[in-house]
């Protein structure tokens, strides 16, 4: 077989590799760091038990009975196809980076065109009190049962004070998202609302003195403690902007890693890497796997508001999460350069060798794929092939 790929390179591999010539080198470091990061927290046991199993297959046990590498000449890129995928923006790096650049494209180009006709938007932040014996179940609480910061929400939406206060802000409907961060007082998780108006108007201390009186009681009704003045709520005025890197913009899918929290806190993409540098020694292991498994199955996105707002918002939930993180999969135009058998694939994924053949389809084809593998792991040569050429 080895043979038999080296004679069809000779004749067939220069054209496939013109494709990459121009790739921009910017996103490889963080293709290589976003893989090897799953494959770590794999190793480490962050992703152990049954139910992240999704977790630890996802990238590395494959659909088929071999796993294409693909071209996509349109943006010279290079990835794996015919494997699986969690689609988990919680619990996977991988996925997660997909998924929030991609709503995060959405909800820009949403903001833009609301920017134009005239539209506000105000950024509210919603933070729980906590401490470092609570378990980030407690501070999450059940949106059922109105406990903890999810139950304080349900509680404020429902609430006749602030469905006015929303009102003299010209409300017309919001995005909500959650973010945790970790630290010494223990889990720090709050909400994000992008709230839209139908003017332009900034704020003034009276509008973010009454949210907060009104988020400090509902948090009590919720069996929280009291959330002081200045860390139970902010209202600032603003576009999408600041907002989208809280999920992780597009040209920032690290960019939690890259800002940090406040306070000292890290964030879960710091603890991730800190997984990543220091394997089983990493002190975030265990919290990292609560973290996954409190989140999993939580909505990454809620839109808020009357049906014509949510219709308009409605590219923004289209897709479910495990769809975007599959969609890139095998496009019409894309170019299979290199199968790889199974047994060889979770090779390369456990020794964190994908992004690194991804990167030689990109700058030569099969033959770099080919002569990367040869170079780190010969005894496997034979479980990659090029594809048959189609019949003329």
Same mark, same amino acid.
């Given at each position: 077989?080895?043979?038999?790929?080296?004679?069809?390179?000779?004749?067939?591999?220069? +054209? $496939?590799?013109?494709?990459?010539?121009?790739?921009?080198?910017?996103?490889?470091?963080?293709?290589?760091?976003?893989?090897?990061?799953?494959?770590?927290?794999?190793?480490?046991?962050?992703?152990?038990?049954?139910?992240?199993?999704?977790?630890?297959?996802?990238?590395? /046990?494959?659909?088929?009975?071999?796993?294409?590498?693909?071209?996509?000449?349109? &943006?010279?890129?290079?990835?794996?196809?015919?494997?699986? &995928?969690?689609?988990?923006?919680?619990?996977?790096?991988?996925?997660?980076?997909?998924?929030?650049?991609?709503?995060?494209?959405?909800?820009?180009?949403?903001?833009?065109?609301?920017?134009?006709?005239?539209?506000?938007?105000?950024?509210?932040?919603?933070?729980?009190?906590?401490?470092?014996?609570?378990?980030?179940?407690?501070?999450?609480?059940?949106?059922?049962?109105?406990?903890?910061?999810?139950?304080?929400?349900?509680?404020?939406?429902? /609430?006749?004070?602030?469905?006015?206060?929303?009102? %003299?802000?010209?409300?017309?409907?919001?995005?909500?998202?959650?973010?945790?961060?970790?630290?010494?007082?223990?889990?720090?998780?709050?909400?994000?609302?992008?709230?839209?108006? /139908?003017?332009?108007?900034?704020?003034?201390?009276? /509008?973010?003195?009454?949210?907060?009186?009104?988020?400090?009681?509902?948090?009590?009704?919720?069996?929280?403690?009291? +959330?002081?003045?200045?860390?139970?709520?902010?209202?600032?005025?603003?576009?999408?902007?600041? #907002?989208?890197?809280?999920?992780?913009?597009?040209?920032?899918?690290?960019?939690?890693?890259?800002?940090?929290?406040?306070?000292?806190?890290?964030?879960?993409?710091?603890?991730?890497?800190?997984? $990543?540098?220091?394997?089983?020694?990493? %002190?975030?292991?265990?919290? $990292?796997?609560? #973290?996954?498994? &409190?989140?999993?199955?939580?909505?990454?996105?809620?839109?808020?508001?009357?049906?014509?707002?949510?219709?308009?918002?409605?590219?923004?939930?289209?897709?479910?999460?495990?769809? $975007?993180?599959?969609?890139?999969?095998?496009?019409?135009?894309?170019?299979?350069?290199?199968?790889?058998? +199974?047994?060889?694939?979770?090779?390369? #994924?456990? %020794?964190?060798?994908?992004?690194?053949?991804?990167?030689?389809?990109?700058?030569?084809?099969?033959?770099?794929?080919?002569?990367?593998?040869?170079?780190?792991?010969?005894?496997?040569?034979?479980?990659?092939?090029?594809?048959?050429?189609?019949?003329?």
């Amino acid at each position: 077989m080895a043979n038999q790929n080296d004679s069809q390179l000779k004749n067939q591999s220069a +054209p $496939l590799g013109i494709y990459a010539s121009n790739v921009a080198k910017s996103a490889k470091p963080t293709r290589r760091a976003l893989w090897a990061t799953r494959a770590a927290l794999n190793a480490t046991g962050a992703h152990s038990g049954d139910e992240l199993k999704r977790q630890r297959a996802c990238g590395r /046990d494959n659909l088929g009975s071999e796993v294409a590498i693909v071209l996509n000449p349109s &943006t010279e890129t290079a990835h794996a196809a015919g494997l699986e &995928t969690c689609g988990s923006v919680w619990a996977c790096p991988v996925c997660r980076a997909k998924i929030l650049s991609q709503r995060a494209q959405a909800l820009q180009t949403f903001a833009d065109g609301w920017a134009n006709v005239g539209g506000g938007m105000f950024m509210l932040t919603l933070t729980v009190p906590h401490s470092a014996d609570m378990s980030l179940a407690d501070v999450k609480g059940k949106t059922k049962d109105k406990t903890g910061l999810t139950g304080a929400l349900r509680r404020l939406f429902s /609430d006749g004070s602030y469905r006015r206060w929303r009102e %003299r802000l010209g409300y017309v409907g919001a995005v909500k998202s959650l973010e945790a961060t970790d630290g010494r007082n223990g889990w720090h998780l709050h909400a994000h609302i992008l709230l839209f108006t /139908d003017n332009s108007r900034d704020t003034s201390a009276q /509008d973010e003195d009454k949210i907060s009186e009104i988020w400090a009681r509902v948090c009590e009704k919720a069996g929280l403690a009291r +959330p002081s003045r200045q860390h139970g709520a902010r209202l600032t005025h603003g576009g999408a902007a600041d #907002y989208v890197i809280k999920w992780g913009a597009p040209n920032e899918v690290m960019s939690q890693s890259a800002k940090g929290a406040k306070n000292n806190n890290v964030t879960i993409a710091q603890m991730e890497s800190d997984v $990543l540098a220091n394997g089983r020694d990493s %002190r975030y292991v265990s919290r $990292l796997r609560e #973290y996954y498994l &409190t989140m999993r199955g939580a909505k990454l996105i809620t839109i808020l508001g009357g049906k014509e707002f949510r219709e308009q918002l409605r590219g923004l939930e289209d897709k479910s999460d495990e769809e $975007l993180s599959a969609e890139k999969e095998m496009l019409e135009e894309s170019i299979v350069i290199a199968l790889i058998k +199974p047994r060889l694939w979770r090779c390369l #994924y456990d %020794r964190r060798l994908v992004s690194h053949v991804l990167d030689a389809a990109e700058s030569g084809g099969y033959a770099a794929v080919r002569g990367f593998i040869k170079r780190r792991v010969p005894h496997w040569l034979d479980e990659v092939r090029m594809p048959d050429l189609p019949e003329r």
